[in-house]
T-cell receptor
Framework: GAVVSQHPSWVICKSGTSVKIECRSL??????MFWYRQFPKQSLMLMAT?????????EQGVEKDKFLINHASLTLSTLTVTSAHPEDSSFYIC???????????????FGPGTRLTVL | GESVGLHLPTLSVQEGDNSIINCAYS??????FIWYKQESGKGPQFIID?????DKRQGQRVTVLLNKTVKHLSLQIAATQPGDSAVYFC???????????FGSGTKLNVKP
């Protein structure tokens, strides 16, 4: 099946620093990737849609200058949390949609998530 | 849209029983739905999907029912096993743009 990886799986950083999270589709080309954040005991909140070779589309209320997204290739999207603060601590999850996956071209496959803790 | 909640509703079932998890969606334009399973500290895992031109779809031990009239989705798990314990989310896709919005989730607790 379709495999999506994220790196790192967890990261701890100091307040004010920037953190980059990578999302890779390992066995398919992802035309579109998505970034979500999830707080404890809550649902996934869509942050942005990332299309290869174009600017990301952000959901209402998500600061694009705070959460920089780059989709440089059909297998890699990165999310950079700039000037991170403790309130940015969360579980960040990416997903990808692509061709040649078993279920459906519309099915999203999720990465394992990245736990960000900002001290 | 965004789902905000303080506590996840919990469904507790005995091993071997059938489980039914419900989800209400808000947008009548939603045309594609997916159920995901999320174990603690992991990303969501695809379980089953259904398009709006169907009202039922079956997989292995799972069935999804869609009632568009009342905008309701359910996931039925047959012969629930301890390994089914997780949080289950429904996700809706609106207008074919491949953007999915997640429901608030239900925690399934299977007692051995």
């Amino acid at each position: 099946g379709a495999v999506v990886s994220q790196h790192p799986s967890w990261v701890i950083c100091k307040s004010g620093t920037s953190v980059k999270i990578e999302c890779r589709s390992l066995d398919f080309q992802a035309t579109t990737m998505f970034w979500y954040r999830q707080f404890p005991k809550q649902s996934l909140m869509l942050m942005a849609t990332s299309n290869e070779g174009s600017k990301a589309t952000y959901e209402q209320g998500v600061e694009k200058d705070k959460f920089l997204i780059n989709h440089a290739s059909l297998t890699l999207s990165t999310l950079t949390v700039t000037s991170a603060h403790p309130e940015d601590s969360s579980f960040y999850i990416c997903s990808a949609i692509g061709l040649a996956v078993a279920q459906s071209t519309d099915t999203q496959y999720f990465g394992p998530g990245t736990r960000l803790t900002v001290l | 849209g965004e789902s905000v909640g303080l506590h996840l509703p919990t469904l507790s079932v005995q091993e071997g029983d059938n489980s039914i998890i419900n989800c209400a969606y808000s947008n009548s334009a939603s045309d594609y739905f997916i159920w995901y399973k999320q174990e603690s500290g992991k990303g969501p895992q695809f379980i089953i999907d259904i398009r709006s031109n169907m009202d039922k779809r079956q997989g292995q031990r799972v069935t999804v029912l869609l009632n568009k009239t009342v905008k309701h989705l359910s996931l039925q798990i047959a012969a629930t096993q301890p390994g089914d314990s997780a949080v289950y989310f429904c996700a809706e896709n609106i207008g074919g743009f491949n953007k999915f919005y997640f429901g608030s989730g239900t925690k399934l607790n299977v007692k051995p």
